[in-house]
């Protein structure tokens, strides 16, 4: 061939801009004049092509005025760090009158002015940390820049999709936890409690996508009342079930805010009260029989992890050893009662008809605080306390706090690749961001 082919053609040509680089750069409005590639990475110069610019203030047609270089960190490109060199056009108002003299060329579609990042870098970084759980400094070595600069470009479009109410639109079923964001001294960092509301709102076929909302300092009902009454009367109002642990503040915040939606205690947190009542028995009868805490060889401490299982996913081994530790003294038959109200309390959450699963919860309701062992008997009074709570599960489709609880092993999951925070805002606004909670446009690339 006597003619080069393809970019070659184009590129030859130093007067004229090469459409298939524009191309592969992809930044709007911005042609490619140059590219370099050294160790630190890729170096690409653009410019937009001449044209005639009116002056922002009176309209008159500007003359120019050169141009100035900016630097601009850009998503990697062929596994190395990209650096974006944006030759800016300037120009000067020709106006006598006119305040504005001399201005330069801006395009938000490449990157905001005074930015460190491109508009486009900004959000491959958002969806860096949302999708794929990278934390900053990742991200930060490859781009190769600082945290800082990372941060900083991308804090105020996190805190703009915060700040917008729209977010708290169609939610009709609402949980709430609480957690622990640091473990110093509160005197630096101020309350170790967060509260989280969840979105728990099924979609049309019945699916629960959980979403973070918010994070509050402290743990109360307070704290709860204060941040619904910022939602409004409406947002209250579409509320129809609030999930909940069995925490006394989380559930008066309820009763008082949201009187027309239906509180429903979470099945994981009863059902782990009723485990932990069936190790309380364990132990006290451990006591009473060897006079000392489980060892290796005991017959109750060797059946721990059994009583912890579910009746019928007990193996033939498993269900031996259970008979033999109860059969190994008659004083053991009080940890097999414990059992088998346990595994009652289980079985009304696990029941396929939830009008017989109902039966046997108020069955649970009504039986056990008479039950002559004292820590079922406790339990008991605690499930008749919440009685409205615990039976609301069978009559609302099953709603539950495990939405929540999901939300809280991936903001566990962060605050461990992060190693910890040391500012709330950044925390809440890192969480809001991987939980859902934020409406960010994804990048175009």
């Known amino acids: 061939m006597t003619e080069p082919t393809a970019c070659a053609a184009r590129c030859h040509h130093h007067d004229a801009y090469c459409d298939r680089c524009d191309l592969l750069v992809g930044l709007p409005g911005l042609h490619v004049v140059g590219v370099e590639r050294d160790p630190g990475g890729a170096q690409v110069r653009v410019e937009s092509a001449p044209a005639m610019m009116g002056c922002p203030s009176c309209g008159v047609i500007a003359a120019s005025h050169g141009r100035r270089t900016v630097r601009l960190v850009d998503i990697p490109c062929f596994g190395a760090p990209t650096v974006v060199w944006w030759r800016k056009r300037t120009w000067e108002c020709v106006e006598p009158s006119c305040p504005v003299g001399v201005f330069t060329e801006q395009d938000e579609r490449v990157a905001k002015p005074r930015a460190m990042l491109t508009t486009r870098a900004c959000r491959w970084v958002v969806e860096q940390v949302r999708r794929e759980h990278a934390s900053i400094a990742g991200l930060a070595r490859q781009l190769a820049t600082t945290w800082r600069t ?3 470009s991308i ?3 996190l805190a703009r999709a915060a700040a917008d109410e729209a977010r708290f639109a169609g939610v009709t079923t609402l949980g709430v936890d609480e957690h622990l964001w640091h473990h110093v001294d509160t005197r630096k960092r101020g309350p170790k409690e967060l509260t989280g509301m969840v979105d728990l709102t099924r979609d049309k076929d019945g699916r629960v996508h959980a979403r973070l909302l918010d994070l509050v300092p402290g743990r109360s009902g307070t704290v709860y009342k204060t941040w619904l009454d910022q939602r409004g009367k409406t947002f209250k109002a579409n509320v129809e079930v609030a999930t909940l642990d069995p ?19 979470d099945a994981f947190h009863v059902v782990a009260l009723a485990g932990h009542a069936v190790d309380e028995v364990r132990r006290r009868m451990q006591q009473e029989t060897l006079g000392h805490r489980g060892r290796s060889g005991d017959p109750l401490y060797g059946i721990r992890n059994v009583l912890r299982c579910a009746a019928e996913r007990l193996t033939d081994k498993q269900q031996a050893r259970l008979a033999a530790a109860i059969a190994a003294d008659e004083r053991h038959d009080a940890v097999h ?5 346990a595994q009652k309390v289980r079985a009304a959450y696990a029941h396929p008809d939830t009008s017989k699963g109902r039966e046997l919860a108020e069955q649970v309701v009504d039986g056990f605080p008479s039950c002559p062992i004292p820590e079922i008997a406790r339990l008991g009074r605690t499930l008749k306390q919440w009685k409205d709570a615990f039976l609301a599960y069978f009559d609302t489709g099953r709603a539950s706090n495990g939405g929540t609880e999901s939300i809280n092993g991936l903001i566990e999951l962060h605050r461990r690749i992060a190693r910890g925070f040391r500012n709330r805002e950044n925390y809440r606004l890192r969480m809001l961001l991987i939980g859902g909670g934020l409406t960010v446009p994804p990048p175009q690339v």
């Not at 915040?253 to 429903?264: E, G, H, M």
């Not at 009662?337 to 109200?341: G, I, K, L, R, S």
């Open 337 to 341: 009662v414990a059992w088998q109200c």
């Open 247 to 265: 925490f006394r503040g989380y559930k008066n915040a309820i009763d008082d805010k949201l009187a027309d939606a239906t509180a429903v205690l």
């Open 155 to 157: 804090a105020p479009i």
């Open 150 to 152: 990372v941060w900083t």
